[in-house]
């Protein structure tokens, strides 16, 4: 008995999002507090979604060969709620692997959307981070923004469409919002399936492109000003890092700008007053409270000219490589990675 708790790092999963999910689950297991935590790692195939107890080197995660190392083990969530951990076959026979608590690093759907917390909770395993409600809940934009616009927090106006849909009603709704807009799929992240509009003409080519990432599309206003964001870890007490903000030089903040910032910055801190600061501190205090959130999540919005912020989304699992935004803002307020990793895994526990 070594006294050490035993946490399972869940990483990869059946998701668009799957390579990031390798570099933000490396930047966590290498930040770990050796000393009070044993770690298992749960490796989920990107094909077939089967999960793997994975104990070869950590490097060949990030590497994306993991699979290939010849040192994974099947591993099953089990029915039985007073195994709290997970079943694995050896030698024929099945064996227990004892958890104290599961730590999902796990981008987008089918990992940031509740299902894979649907199935801890089931299997009565602990879950470090949001749980299945306020996961789901911020996955879905739509639902998240109705919910933080009834808190009194300003959204940008939007209109959701499914299919099959009325191209002339869609052009309708789209000329009330305004060109430039924006078409996304209302469950998704990483900006995948994301288009700027500018034009009537590219409204339907940008909604079937959404469709393929998901059954519904929201149409939503651009708004004018900066994106700023907020990370915060705790349930109950909550520690705020220091806001950012990006800064665009053209189009907007997808896929491609998020992991090698081509055309844009990050400011962290932000530029702004430190009036400002406080201001976005405490709103984005009050989205993570509304929608649920626990454990830590980063809160994006938006800041306009005249000073007003309006909500945009939150990431109940955002990135967690060393230039990720959300371990940068705790950086600016003091805190290392190492802290940011092991206050989240004191808080789960």
Known sequence: MTGKKKIAILFGGYSTEYEVSLQSAYGVITHVNREKYELCLIGLAKESGQWFWYSGNPDRIAQNTWEESGECIPVYLPTDRNVQGIHYLKNGQMHVLHLDGA????????????TVQGALSLAGIPVIGCGILSSALCMDKELAHRTVKQKGVPVPDSCVIRKPYDALQVWTEAKKLGYPLFVKPVRSGSSFGITMVQQEEAL???????????????????????EVGCAIIGTDDLLTGEPDEIELSEGFFDYTEKYTLKTSRIHVPARVSPETSARIRRTAEIIYRTLGCSGFARVDMFLTPEGKLYFNEVNTIPGFTSHSRFPNMLKAAGYSFEDLVNRILEDGI
């Open 103 to 114: 730590f999902p690093v796990l981008h987008g759907k089918n990992g940031e959307d509740g």
């Open 204 to 226: 339907i080519p940008a909604l079937e492109h959404a469709f393929q990432h998901d059954t519904m599309v929201v149409m939503e206003e651009r708004m004018d000003g900066r």
